[in-house]
Every structure is written in C-alpha cells, then in structure tokens.
C-alpha cells in the first residue's frame, strides 16, 4: 500500500498466497512443493535448528507420554465436512500423485486441505500441529491463507494456536480476511484473537478485507469490533483505502457501520 494508492500487502502476496477470490470462495491450495525454492512461495518445513534458550529434551518416557496424549486427541476428532466445499469434496480426493504425497510437508498438507494425511502426519512427532516453517508460518496459518475451512477447523480441534504469528507477523486472521475466507475469519474470531492485529507494513484484518474487496468480510469484521481508525504504514484508513480502490460496496458498508455507531451514541 505505497503511495498512489496501493494497498497492503504481506511481502510477495500475489506470488505466495491464494488468489482473491469473492467472499467465501476458496482459492486453489496448491503451493510448490521443493523445498527451498527462491523467495519462499511454497509452504516449507522448519529448520530444525532448536530455538534459543529450548528447555532441555524430555525423557524418552514424558515423550510417550506427551505423544500418546497427542494421538488420543486426534482419534476423539474424526474428520467431519461442513457444507462448505474443501479440497476433497471438490473431487480431489489428493492433490498430489500418490507416490509424492509422502513426501510433502504437514505445512503444504494443511494448505492443501489433505485431511486424513494431515491426520497421520500429526502423529509422527512432537507438537506438529503448532510447528512453525522457514517464514514462520503455522500449519494453521497456510490453511487459513489457502481457504481451507475444514482444515482450519480440525487443526483448531486438534490444539493449533489461532494467535501464532509468522515472523513478519502475518496471523491466520489477516491471511484469511485477504483471500475474503469470512467463515474461517469468524472462526478465527470465536477463538478470541486479536482483530486488530497488524502485520509488518501496518496492515490489519480489515484493511486487507477491504484491500480485496471483500464485503462479507468486512462486514463481519466490523460487527466484531474492528477498529476503523487504525492507519496502515502509509497513511490510510479503511475507508481511505475503499474510496482509493474505488470499492463502493465496501465504502457503504463503513459507512453504514459509522452512522450506526452515532445514532448508538446518541441513544446512551
């Protein structure tokens, strides 16, 4: 959102993130899958590398434990489809060729919506469900970026943080609101994150709903709370932003969200 009026964005969006489609719809979950590629298009495992200051490594025995705790919370969640078509339901029961699939990160499962491999994938190892990759992106993150609603929904079952943060603070929140995923923003919101999150240019759940054109969305977000206010880096507001995009739409929703927001005033 640089001057001209441009609009925030997470670095590299129209390259790593899905395209914007309307309000609820689903972008193709599709990231590459080599690990390592150039400026980080594709979801990617962590380093590896233990973070500073780690506590020590468990005992073989708390281990067991903590896995057997892990693997009887993904058994008591069996895999469920809202109404709400995901990547399976849309016929692609795996999105990559079967001889590949066991080779792709639980980062790239989750954006592609790859349920029952995630499911197994999940009981390989310590607390993957909350594993971070190269760029800091969650699991939950890539699949709230990708649309992928019923993955959302069981990777918050199964005990994924709703307010991680990648390392330039992109949330599942922010990701969800730009592709105008309003189901997954909701969801996201029950869970108590902070809608006002802002990235590392400024950028905030609404102004990304905005920045996209995405009506819903932005609706739900200002009937949740969302502040109208907050400036991106370069100067704009949410409406700043709708009148420079020239999105009607949007620009009469904030506004009928203003003039109600008075004539409550006026009643107190």
């Avoid at 390592?36 to 200051?53: F, Q, V």
């Avoid at 993955?151 to 943060?165: F, Q, S, Y």
Wanted: aromatic share 4%.
């Amino acid at each position: 959102m640089e001057g001209g009026g441009a609009a925030p964005a997470v670095r590299g969006d129209a390259r790593q993130l899905p395209a914007q489609g309307g309000d609820g719809a689903e972008g193709e979950a599709s990231p590459e899958e080599p690990a390592g590629t150039g400026g980080g298009g594709a979801p990617r495992g962590g380093s590896g590398r233990a973070e500073a200051g780690a506590p020590p490594k468990p005992s073989a025995t708390s281990t067991d434990r903590q896995r057997s705790t892990e693997v009887s919370a993904l058994d008591s969640f069996p895999l469920r489809h809202s109404n709400t078509l995901t990547n399976r339901q849309r016929g692609n029961e795996v999105s990559a060729l079967p001889a590949t699939l066991d080779t792709l990160s639980i980062h790239q499962l989750a954006a592609q919506g790859e349920l029952s491999q995630l499911k197994e994938h999940l009981r390989k190892g310590e607390n993957l469900v909350n594993k971070p990759d190269e760029r800091g992106f969650t699991p939950l993150i890539w699949a709230a970026a990708f649309g992928e609603i019923e993955t959302v929904r069981h990777l918050l079952e199964w005990g994924a943080d709703p307010n991680a943060l990648a390392k330039e603070r992109e949330s599942a929140l922010s990701l969800a609101s730009m592709g105008g995923y309003t189901d997954i923003v909701i969801m996201l919101l029950e869970r108590n994150v902070d809608i006002n999150i802002y990235d590392w240019n400024g950028g905030t759940p609404l102004l990304y709903a905005v920045r996209g054109n995405h009506v819903k969305c932005v609706e739900a977000l200002l009937a949740r709370g969302a502040d109208l206010t907050t400036e991106a880096d370069s100067g704009y507001t949410p409406m700043d932003l709708a009148v420079a995009l020239g999105h009607k739409k949007v620009q009469q929703v904030i506004e009928n969200h203003i003039l109600k927001l008075f004539q409550n005033k006026e009643l107190e």
